[in-house]
């Protein structure tokens, strides 16, 4: 009789074990001949060698039903211990959704214009999201992102944006450093609380496997295996957009979103934005993806919104 020790990482094991173990009895009833022990984040299993393969083929790919949908029920569990591997990982693959959130909820593009998002990020390594608020633009990258971590294309998240309303200087602030940015940074962790369970996102974060940080915080840094995201991007300066976009390391992909109509920056100051839109339209890998009014997904006032005040400002 052999026996093995497995860890189950990013918070998985709550949703593999069940409520009261109601899933880990189903798993047990399929390995009758294993001995399955849970604690904390491990599993001991104790069978011969043979049966204990068998049932860490079946682990991973229950694992891997939970990574990406985020739960899992003992009806599921039973059908993937019975289905065969190869059907289960092209049921896995069939699916037009960027990823499934919290709940299992699918998240996919509900534009043409978001989709060409999603097919611009399979092609280019930076990309250009612009357009008006209420079009997507946060959500479906941080979307895009999340999927590649689960899928194992990069080895991290980063999430940045200027602070441009304190100027990036935040000592008057009241509270800590953090305390001080999450009002900066609250529309990404929105974002990330709908695609990631909470216990599993605060494990990443205690990590530094997702990171949220002011545009400042990246001078000096080579961003290599990342998937990043430069939010608000139209409030940066030259500087400060000439000094993320020198960040790129290797295997890393870069999105910047936001909305040039829309700057922050005091008066006379150009937007790093519109000038990188400019600059870097015609080179071979950075694309840029323009979306409109046409594109807004929030409640149907926004769009109307939108219209009003364009009115205003052509006048």
Not at 48 to 69: A, G, Q
Not at 124 to 147: C, R
Not at 227 to 235: C, G, H, K, M, R
Not at 304 to 313: A, C, G, L
Request: charged share 30%; net charge neutral.
């Amino acid at each position: 009789m052999s026996e093995r020790t497995l860890e189950i990482l990013g918070g998985n094991i709550a949703e593999l074990l069940g409520h009261q173990n109601e899933n880990l009895k189903v798993i047990r009833s399929f390995f009758p001949k294993i001995k399955i022990v849970s604690r904390g984040n491990m599993l001991k299993i104790l069978g011969e060698e043979e049966n204990l393969d068998e049932f860490e083929r079946k682990l991973n790919l229950i694992l891997e039903y939970i990574e990406r949908f985020n739960s899992i029920n003992a009806e599921t569990i039973e059908k993937i211990i019975v289905s065969d591997e190869k059907e289960f990982r092209k049921f896995m693959q069939d699916d037009e959704a960027v990823v499934y959130g919290v709940g299992g909820r699918v998240i996919k593009p509900r534009t043409p214009n978001q989709l060409k998002i999603v097919e611009s990020v399979k092609k280019n390594d930076m990309v250009f999201v612009t357009g008006p608020a209420g079009t997507g633009k946060t959500y479906i990258s941080v979307a895009l992102a999340v999927k590649a971590l689960k899928n194992k294309e990069v080895k991290r998240i980063i999430l940045t944006r200027p602070a441009v309303e304190a100027g990036e200087h935040l000592g008057f602030l009241p509270g800590d450093m953090k305390e001080k940015l999450d009002p900066y940074m609250q529309p990404l962790y929105d974002a990330l609380f709908d695609m990631i369970p909470s216990s599993k996102l605060q494990e990443y974060m205690e990590r530094n496997v997702i990171q949220i940080a002011p545009l400042a915080f990246m001078r000096g840094r080579t961003l290599d295996h990342a998937f990043v995201i430069l939010d608000e991007a139209q409030n940066t300066t030259r500087g400060q957009m000439k000094m993320f976009l020198t960040r790129m390391g290797m295997n890393a992909k870069f999105i910047i979103t936001g909305d040039p109509s829309q700057t922050d920056l005091i008066k006379n100051q150009k937007s790093g934005l519109k000038e990188a839109l400019e600059l870097l339209k015609d080179i071979d890998g950075v694309d840029i993806i323009r979306l409109s009014d046409h594109d807004v997904v929030r409640h149907p006032l926004v769009k109307k919104i939108i219209d009003v005040y364009k009115k205003v400002e052509k006048k």
